[in-house]
């Protein structure tokens, strides 16, 4: 399916474009001193004529059948991309983080580091990140690496997602 640059979308989002909409799929998790898991992930990217997109992203186990079980998290937040290339996003997760990121756009390649993450009394120890997203064949696949609970910087989180 081509894609098409939707009517209203500001210029400097067109690197981004191809984001835009719901994604749904699954993915797996895994981190020292946890099982490793499997879940199921929408993700919504939308825009509003600003120079910015709304990031609107849901996690939930899944039964044998596939279906959403409960919730495991969620996360919502801007994507700021810049004339050059750049991009800064700012991301709030309901277990007490606020997290901004800094990266770069290469294509249908997205480079993020964590620049800043605070974090509520109750939240876990959280303290650095990395993603990377892609387009590949028409799917946006993600990955997530963190820094937690005394461990160094190591993969976490990854998945497949296609267009709703």
């Known amino acids: 399916m081509a894609f098409e640059i939707p009517d209203g979308l500001h210029t400097d989002l067109y690197?981004?474009?191809w984001m835009i909409g719901r994604w749904e799929g699954r993915g797996k998790g895994s981190y020292p001193g946890t099982e490793d898991f499997d879940f199921g992930q929408q993700i919504d990217f939308a825009h509003n004529g600003g120079n910015y997109l709304h990031y609107l992203s849901q996690t939930f186990?899944?039964?044998e059948d596939g279906r959403a079980v409960r919730p495991?998290?969620?996360e919502t937040g801007f994507w700021r991309p810049k004339p050059d290339g750049a991009l800064e996003v700012v991301l709030c997760q309901p277990e007490g983080y606020a997290e901004v990121w800094y990266g770069k756009i290469t294509g249908a390649k997205i480079e993020l580091a964590t620049d800043?993450?605070?974090r509520t009394a109750t939240a876990d120890e959280y303290t650095a990140g990395q993603r990377l997203y892609g387009?590949?064949?028409?799917?946006?696949l993600w990955t997530f690496d963190k820094a937690a609970g005394g461990h160094d910087l190591q993969n976490?989180?990854?998945a497949r997602l296609r267009r709703a």
């Open 15 to 17: 690197g981004l474009a």
């Open 61 to 63: 186990e899944v039964g």
């Open 72 to 74: 495991l998290g969620m």
């Open 116 to 118: 800043a993450v605070v």
């Open 135 to 140: 387009n590949v064949e028409g799917d946006l």
């Open 156 to 158: 976490h989180l990854w």
